[in-house]
C-alpha cells in the first residue's frame, strides 16, 4: 500500500493505517506514567560492571538534577555502552546504585523495571526496528510497555494511539513515512522513527547509544538536531553516547569523557581542552582532534536549531 501524506488528509491516514490492524475504541491510549516532567533527578552512585571479572564500567557517578543534553565521549571500549544499558537495566549493575527521583531502579524487575524503561526510552545505533513491519506499527510498539499480552497478540490499538503516532511522525518530518515497511526508509529516517517509537513512551530521559555512528553527514545532522529540539521543546533529558568529540561540542551542554570505565571528564564542553581530549581518547602527544571527528563537522551549526525539513 502506497499513501503520501500529502494526499491523504491526516483523518484518511488514520483509518488508511487502521486497515492493517484491529482497531479499537474502547482500549486504553497509551497513558503517560508521568504526572509531570518535572527535573530528572537521576544521580548514579558508583556504578559499577564486571564481566567475567573485567571491569567495563568502574564506580561511576554522577548527578543530573536539571533537564539537561548530555554527551558521553570515549573509545571504543570506554564502557559508555555499558554505562547506558545499567541506566536503563537492560544489563544489571554488578555493584552501586541508580536512583530517579529520589526512588531506587536498580535492581528493578517485571513490571516496575518495565515502567522505568518507559521513562527511560533508549535508542541505538542499528535502530532496532521491525524491517518487515509499517513505520506506524514500529512507532505504536513504544507503547508495548504498557499494553496487555492479549492487545499485543491481537495488534489491537486504540484509535487514539494511531493518531498520537502520526503527530510524533509528523513533528519530525517523517509523516509521509508511516505506511511503508520501515527497510524501505533511509539510515536517517529508520533513526528518526526509533526517535519517534521512543518518544510515543512519553519518556523523561532519552537514552542514545552511538545514534549517528551509522549514518552519513546530512543524516547524522538531521538526527541529532531532532535529539536536540526534543530536548530543547519538551524539556527532555537526552544523554547520547558519541564516539566523536566534535558532535558532543556541537550539540551537548554537559559532556562526560570515560576512559577504561572511569569517568574522566565531567563538565561543559568549552572545558574540555585538547589536553583532556587526549587523556579521554588515551592518545600521545601525536593526537590531533581530526582524529576524533566525524564529517559532520563539515556542517554549519546554525541547522542545528532550526526546524526539521517537513
Ligand atoms: N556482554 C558483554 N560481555 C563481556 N564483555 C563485555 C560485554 N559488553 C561489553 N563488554 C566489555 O566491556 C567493555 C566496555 O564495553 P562497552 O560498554 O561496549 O564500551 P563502549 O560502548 O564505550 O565501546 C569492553 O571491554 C567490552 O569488551
Ligand atoms: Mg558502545
Redesign the pocket.
Known amino acids: 500500500m502506497r499513501v503520501s501524506f500529502a494526499d491523504a488528509g491526516r483523518a484518511d491516514l488514520v483509518t488508511i493505517l487502521s486497515l492493517n490492524r484491529h482497531v479499537t475504541d474502547v482500549g486504553q491510549p497509551y497513558e503517560s506514567q508521568r504526572k509531570a516532567l518535572g527535573d530528572p533527578m537521576l544521580h548514579i552512585t558508583s556504578l559499577t ?1 564486571t ?2 571479572g ?4 568502574d564506580r561511576a557517578t554522577l548527578e543530573i538534577d536539571g533537564p539537561a543534553m548530555i554527551g ?1 565521549i ?12 545499567m541506566l536503563n537495566g537492560l ?1 544489571p549493575a554488578t555493584s552501586g546504585e541508580v536512583t530517579f527521583q529520589g526512588k531506587a531502579v536498580t535492581g528493578l524487575k517485571g513490571a516496575p523495571l518495565r515502567a522505568w524503561q518507559a521513562q527511560c526510552a533508549m535508542i541505538f545505533q542499528q535502530f532496532n526496528l521491525v524491517p518487515r513491519m509499517d513505520v506506524v506499527s514500529n512507532v505504536l510498539h513504544g507503547t508495548l510497555n504498557k499494553r496487555s499480552t492479549l492487545a499485543t497478540m491481537f495488534n489491537l490499538y486504540p484509535r487514539e494511539d494511531i493518531g498520537r503516532a502520526i503527530d510524533i511522525l509528523e513533528r519530525l518530518g517523517i509523516a509521509e513515512h508511516a505506511a511503508k515497511r520501515a527497510e524501505a526508509l533511509s539510515g536517517g529516517q529508520q533513526q528518526r522513527v526509533a526517535i519517534a517509537r521512543a518518544l510515543m513512551q512519553d519518556p523523561a530521559i532519552i537514552l542514545a ?2 545514534p549517528i555512528a551509522s549514518l552519513d553527514p546530512m543524516n547524522a545532522q538531521i538526527v541529532m538536531d531532532a535529539l536536540r529540539r526534543i530536548h530543547d521543546e519538551d524539556g527532555r533529558t537526552v544523554i547520547c ?1 558519541l ?1 566523536t568529540l566534535d558532535t558532543a561540542r556541537r550539540y551537548c551542554d554537559r559532556v562526560i569523557g ?1 576512559f577504561a ?1 572511569r569517568i574522566v571528564f565531567d563538565g561543559r564542553p568549552d572545558q574540555l581542552t585538547t589536553g583532556v581530549a587526549r587523556d579521554i581518547y588515551g592518545a600521545g602527544d601525536d593526537f590531533s582532534e581530526a582524529a576524533t571527528s566525524t564529517a559532520i563537522a563539515v556542517l554549519d551549526r546554525p541547522g542545528m536549531l532550526a526546524r526539521m525539513p517537513a
Open positions: 560492571k564481566f567475567a573485567k571491569t567495563a564500567v558521553i570515549g573509545r571504543s571500549g570506554a564502557g559508555k555502552s555499558t554505562l547506558l544499558r544489563t547509544d552511538e553516547n564516539h570515560m570505565g
